[in-house]
């Protein structure tokens, strides 16, 4: 007996050592499984110790105009507007928190009662009003993983919503997923939602608005308004629902806003809306200084001088350009540009770059021959160098090295003042003028003003006579033309353009404040005198057709071969410049500048000044004191004329112009006394040759 339980008791001792062991074992192995899953999800999971490095996503950029109106929102991929959660309603909150997780405030970041109420709902197949996934998994989701649905994804997605919930308040993770989200038809976050289907800020929606936006992102493309309204407001009755059922509203307030009707916005500046050209010039400059990513991604405010007022009075006055024919690419020919600036402050108020169907910006990129629209610089180095509007000159045959200018009409007045050089656009005195003070002269002011095209070395260059009349090696834009004529309106003073008035990032600093550049170029006597000279083309000279009936001055611009047409001119607050030709070979037929870019100016200028009070230019001591008696001389500039006239015009020099009068020699007996010192007009030197530059 004794001999048996002893057996027993051996047994026991080995079957508790053996169950000792294997419990042993399977510890090690439970733990050693542990471990590698654990090693397995930190692998996966490739968390960070900060994730508020990662947590920026890309935000669109906004320009505004003068007033602070946005007119273009630019972005690449995603379009975003971040925004503090200050500025988000708090209705829109408690939407997104009564339809996507209402225990939001109670939660770690997981909530195991949403899990199974998701589960519970597939099982039974009834539909879930309220998500699975808490807002903390959908902003880890959103912000750092894939769409995937699967088990690697889903633990990630659980780790990285404990991650969150310790490094950010509710309220920070709340701002962060409100601004994360997608609402369908490309836009990202709350802000960018609001204005691709209101039309407003985000802080401006009503409680029916936010109602509608909750509902989108549970699928953006069916539930968007712009796509099914029938569906989004069956999702937004659901989200009012929820709101009733956690005390978010009262049931009349939910009632009310059912029954409010519902404006969706039909643009959002996101495309071709809006002063394009001048967007696109805008956004060249910021490329430049601050990079593609910058502007596409780092949700800058750029604030800039567009004036939109005026922008549509430019873009209704390019209407009238006519159309002759349409290139080899499609694009209607001539094409046309126009140009506003404050001359005293250099804030760019207006710009047309062409027709509208092209990216090819006309108004900053076209070089093109300014014909005798280059001749007012001619003028103020004369008025620089002791010339005064009286001063006489010799309208007669003129031979440079064989080069043998001619006017516009092809005829001599014989002995002229200056001022009806100006009037009448004519040629050769204003070739001799610039051979009388050296055509460096004319050359230094241009550059002064911001004329920056000049060719001045080589064998081909722009230092002869024939530049007087605008031939030019390259050519100018129109910007820089019209920037230039500012300095006769701002007392001869000139500002440097200026689009861009300040860039502010995302995060409010002021990354750059535009600064006024300006330079005195020529005294304010002789601007006053230049603009009395160039009244007198709009009054009764070349340019009759841009007259607006209040003070302004211009000067018209044709070029020999009809390639280019131009008119620029000014009133005491605004300057502008108008040009017309075809982008590739081709005439303008019989087109000059006080023709069609004349009227085009007109009509501009009529709306630009509607309703302001007239204002008037400084009086010019010089030319009121001088003698009334004018020539009477015809001028062809003002009306279309036979193109063959110019078969034979400046073909030598191939860069003249062709304004001039049509008075012939036998008048000069009525030309007007000298009441000023004739300089000479002898044989001509060797164009660009003995002449200093800009020595006064």
Known sequence: ????????????????????????????????????????????????????????????????????????????????????????????????????????????????????????????????????????????????????????????????????????????????????????????????????????????????????????????????????????????????????????????????????????????????????????????????????????????????????????????AMQNLPTYYTDANGIDQPQGALVAIDPHTGYIRAMVGGRGTDQFNRATQAVRQPGSAFKPFVFAAALENNYTPDTVIDDKPLNIGGWEPQNYSRNFSGKVRLRDVVQWSLNVPTVRIAQDIGIDKAIYYAQQMGISTFVLDGATNDRNLAIALGGMTRGVTPLELTSAYGTFANRGIHVQPISILRVVSRTGKVLEEAERKEKSVISAANAATMTAMMEEVIRRGTGTRADIGRPAAGKTGTTSDYHDAWFVGYTPDLVAGVWIGNDSEGDLPGMAGGTTPAAIWQAFMLKANAGLPVSHFESSPAFAASSATELPTEEPEKKKDDPKKTDDKGKDAGKTTTSGSNKSETNSAQSPPSHGTSPPSGDAPEPGMGVEKGQN
Not at 75 to 96: C, G, T, W
Not at 117 to 124: E, G, M, Q, T, Y
């Open 1 to 316: 007996m004794q001999k048996s339980e002893k057996k027993t008791t051996k047994k026991s001792n080995n079957g508790s050592i053996f169950g000792k062991a294997i419990l042993v074992m399977g510890l090690i192995l439970f733990v050693m499984i542990i471990g590698v899953g654990c090693g397995f999800l930190t692998a996966s999971l490739n968390t960070r110790p900060n994730l508020a490095e990662d947590i920026v996503p890309p935000a669109s950029s906004q320009i505004y105009d003068i007033h602070g109106n946005e007119i273009a929102n630019i972005h690449a991929a995603e379009n975003r507007r971040p925004v503090s959660i200050n500025e988000i309603p708090k209705d829109l909150q408690n939407a997104f928190i009564a339809v996507e997780d209402n225990r939001f405030y109670d939660h770690i970041g997981i909530d195991p009662r949403g899990i199974m109420r998701a589960v519970w709902a597939n099982i039974s197949g009834r539909e879930l009003t309220e998500g699975g996934s808490t807002i903390t998994q959908q902003l880890a989701k959103n912000a750092y993983l894939t769409q995937d649905r699967t088990l690697k994804r889903k633990i990630q997605e659980v780790f990285l919503a404990l991650q969150l919930e310790r490094q950010y308040t509710k309220q920070e993770i709340l701002e962060l997923y409100m601004n994360q989200i997608y609402f369908g038809q490309g836009a990202y976050g709350v802000q960018a939602a609001a204005h691709t289907y209101f039309g407003k800020d985000v802080k401006d929606l009503t409680l029916n608005e936010c109602a509608m936006l909750a509902g989108i992102p549970k699928s953006p493309n069916y539930y968007s308004p712009i796509n099914n309204m029938e569906a989004a407001t069956e999702r937004k009755e659901v989200v009012l629902y929820q709101m009733v059922k956690y005390g978010y509203i009262t049931e009349r307030e939910a009632s009310a806003a059912k029954k409010e009707p519902l404006s969706i916005a039909k643009s959002n500046n996101d495309g071709g809306d809006g002063p394009s050209y001048f967007v696109d010039y805008v956004l060249q400059q910021l490329a430049e200084k601050y990079g593609d990513d910058a502007i596409y991604k780092d949700g800058l405010k750029i604030y800039t001088t567009i004036d939109m007022d005026l922008q549509a009075a430019a873009e209704s």
